[in-house]
T-cell receptor
Framework: GQNIDQPTEMTATEGAIVQINCTYQ??????LFWYQQHAGEAPTFLSY??LDGLEEKGRFSSFLSRSKGYSYLLLKELQMKDSASYLC??????????WGAGTKLIIKP | GAVVSQHPSWVICKSGTSVKIECRSL??????MFWYRQFPKQSLMLMAT?????????EQGVEKDKFLINHASLTLSTLTVTSAHPEDSSFYIC???????????FGPGTRLTVL
């Protein structure tokens, strides 16, 4: 079967760095997405990785290792507004997105 | 970037009535649109995938006669919740995708409350 695993909840301090991990097992692979979702709102796109390595975009970076079925989202210089759920999703062989359950990130002052 | 709108953003209805939700791609042609449902504190659940001009493909456990999906044009898909019941109360989100392009662009969601 297809499976995406990510931690349910994480807590971090304002100004710090946090890494949210995602492991996956899917039928085929056409890229991995990270989305941010604030409570009561729709997801917003953060990053897309299809090749191994690190993609950096401002305070957010995303890493992919296809051989390990592993990705992480790295958030630096955390701000209170970063409190949200972070969703990992893998595009399978049919370009269908397989979603993780999301990681709720709580930022404390 | 690509913009997807949904209407209405929220709706309250009586049990037994039907509700229609519209999803529009505003600045691109979306050959594929997706409908998701999200209950509080849970992740997105794909309900169905709809391709323009053809019947929607429903995920297992989703009643196609209850959740009617129409994708009549490249910029519009509708979801009709027929004979709504309180357990259908949820956050319904659509997304759209270009042809041959991977990313899904999400609408802002519609919060449905059935009394």
């Amino acid at each position: 079967g297809q499976n995406i695993d990510q931690p349910t909840e994480m807590t971090a301090t304002e100004g710090a760095i946090v890494q949210i991990n995602c492991t996956y097992q899917t039928s085929g692979f056409n890229g991995l997405f990270w989305y941010q979702q604030h409570a009561g709102e729709a997801p917003t796109f953060l990053s897309y990785n299809v090749l191994d390595g690190l993609e950096e975009k401002g305070r957010f970076s995303s890493f992919l290792s296809r051989s390990k079925g592993y990705s992480y989202l790295l958030l630096k210089e955390l701000q209170m507004k970063d409190s949200a759920s972070y969703l990992c999703a893998v595009s399978d062989s049919n370009y269908q997105l397989i979603w993780g359950a999301g990681t709720k990130l709580i930022i404390k002052p | 970037g690509a913009v997807v709108s949904q209407h209405p953003s929220w709706v309250i209805c009586k049990s037994g009535t039907s509700v229609k939700i519209e999803c529009r791609s505003l600045d691109f042609q979306a050959t594929t649109m997706f409908w998701y449902r999200q209950f509080p504190k849970q992740s997105l659940m794909l309900m169905a995938t709809s391709n323009e001009g053809s019947k929607a493909t429903y995920e297992q456990g989703v009643e196609k006669d209850k959740f009617l999906i129409n994708h009549a044009s490249l910029t519009l898909s509708t979801l009709t919740v027929t004979s709504a019941h309180p357990e259908d109360s949820s956050f319904y989100i659509c997304s759209a995708r270009f042809t041959d392009y991977n990313e899904q662009f999400f609408g802002p969601g519609t919060r449905l409350t059935v009394l």
